[in-house]
């Protein structure tokens, strides 16, 4: 009686870890693979949203994240729509067809480095891929300038090319026909730090590079809008007219 007594005893923790419920709000839904980059996406049933995360067959890379709300039922459905290279740059458009987010991402087939993102809100295409409509060299920084012709969304790619490096990434609107060139139109250089300023004539956008030409660093993308007139970035600056006096009409006085 007293070994049975024990043996109850004993197995009273066992049946109170059975009896806890554990349940999990992120699940795997999906996977996408093309060459060494590998997309895996996430959805977060708690805050009905959808996540990709990015990473590079490579030593020593880091993988990067970007979420979207999903539609009812957590469903996606993720294909590469167009892609470019330029020697060990690689960008590629990612569609997803049943939230309607394309999805660019730029990365290094190299080791050390991280892929960056940029999502945006898209209505299901015609024509999907994306166009490279301008390319700018100045010493070791390459800036390619990429046009989504579906979303009249630009994008500039910076990319350092010496071992290790990451790319930047940054989109915006487009205003322009796509016709214009990119040009640099200022430089700093201070010690082994980079400044050069970038101008994309076709989309009035003046963007600040800046990076250090060493083994293993990212450059860094900061945008202005550029208005005809006025220097970059002054455009918000500028005080808005006064509003006109308001004209009243009165009766003439009666005798």
């Not at 660019?104 to 940029?118: D, K, M, Q, R």
């Not at 007139?229 to 003439?252: I, S, T």
Request: net charge neutral.
């Amino acid at each position: 009686m007293k070994r049975w007594l024990a043996c109850l005893l004993a197995a009273l923790p066992m049946a109170d870890l059975a009896a806890d419920y554990q349940s999990t709000t992120l699940v795997q839904t999906g996977q996408l693979r093309e060459s060494d980059l590998i997309v895996r996406t996430v959805t977060d049933l708690e805050n009905n949203s959808v996540c990709l995360a990015f990473y590079i067959r490579t030593v020593g890379t880091s993988p990067a994240m970007t979420c979207y709300d999903a539609v009812p039922g957590f469903r996606s459905e993720l294909h590469q729509v167009g892609h470019f290279t330029d020697g060990k740059l690689v960008v590629r458009k990612l569609h997803d067809s049943v939230n309607h987010v394309s999805c660019l991402v730029a990365y290094a087939s190299t080791e050390g480095t991280s892929p960056v993102i940029e999502c945006y809100k898209s209505r299901e295409p015609a024509k999907r891929a994306i166009v490279r409509k301008g390319h700018l060299q100045q010493g070791d920084l390459h800036v390619h300038r990429i046009v989504d012709p579906e979303t009249t969304k630009t994008c500039l790619v910076a990319y350092v090319a010496v071992g290790g490096t990451s790319p930047a990434l940054t989109c915006y609107d487009s205003v322009g026909n796509g016709q214009g060139g990119l040009e640099q139109t200022g430089e700093l250089r201070e010690g082994d730090l980079l400044v050069r300023k970038i101008r994309d004539n076709d989309n009035r956008k003046e963007c600040m590079i800046t990076y250090v030409s060493t083994e293993g660093t990212s450059p860094f993308v900061y945008c202005l809008d550029k208005v005809a007139g006025l220097p970059a970035g002054q455009a918000a600056a500028a005080p808005a007219p006064a509003p006109a006096p308001a004209v009243r009409f009165m009766p003439a006085p009666t005798r």
